[in-house]
């Protein structure tokens, strides 16, 4: 049987660390301030979002929140952004995804102040992670890496398998392992004999966003399983990893929910606390 990986427990810490930081920030006379802007009334984005400022409260960051119908425009939602890039009290930015249809997500992401772009979706950021000199790492990779740093799961010179290829998980969560000496392999829905390739994996990440898609077969024997799955099925959250037969089978693993999905938010809180760190020279 595995040891779970308790994102809840690690996220928590990872909190309390940024609210030190904020307070001391405070003391200094500088207040830390992240906008959330939601287009849309996605249920689970809503959710996401109230988390969001939730988790602001927690740690003494100052949410400012924006709401907007679905029929705003790509030019209106362009210049609520710029309006944030020029605001002194606005650290971090970040728009909600997905965005309605009539919008153009990569426009307006472009348009986020590289500075202030706490997801770290920019070309700007994305470039430098891939060089490996950042100010931010997207959270829910981050976050990954921060569970395994804390159970102290070494990932130079493992056979790590990611599954899934999208430029919020995939691809940087494959960047920040090869950072860390992993031999990596991505997988995707194009990938053949997948269960072959991620058999051999020593550190699993699966980030497919399907109930049940990770079965036992397709896992090696005390592997380390991360799973990114948020899935919906009858109002209850699954991941996308069958947890019972690959608790079987796992050295380690994440719960859903309760892994990777906390962790999230936190880094989020910790790459407002350097957005504002960096805009006030420290
Ligand atoms: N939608 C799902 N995950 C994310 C995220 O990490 N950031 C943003 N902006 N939108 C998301």
New binding site residues.
Partial sequence: MSRILDGKAVAASVKEKVGAGVAELKEEGISVGLAVILVGDDPA?KI?VENKKKACEAVGIKSFQYVLDKSTSEGELLSLISDLNGEKSVNGI?????LPEHIDEQKVIAAISPEKDV?A?NISNVGRIMIGNFDFL???PAGIIEILDNYNIDIEGKNCVVIGRSN?VGKPMAMLLMHRNGTVTVCHSKTKNLAEITSKADILVSSVGKANFVTADMVKEGAVVIDVGMNRVGGKLYGDVCFDEVANKASYITPVPGGVGPM?ISM?MKNTLTAAKRQNGR
Wanted: net charge negative.
């Fill in positions: 984005s996401y970040l728009c909600q995804l997905p997801d979706f997207p959270c829910t919020i999230t989020l």
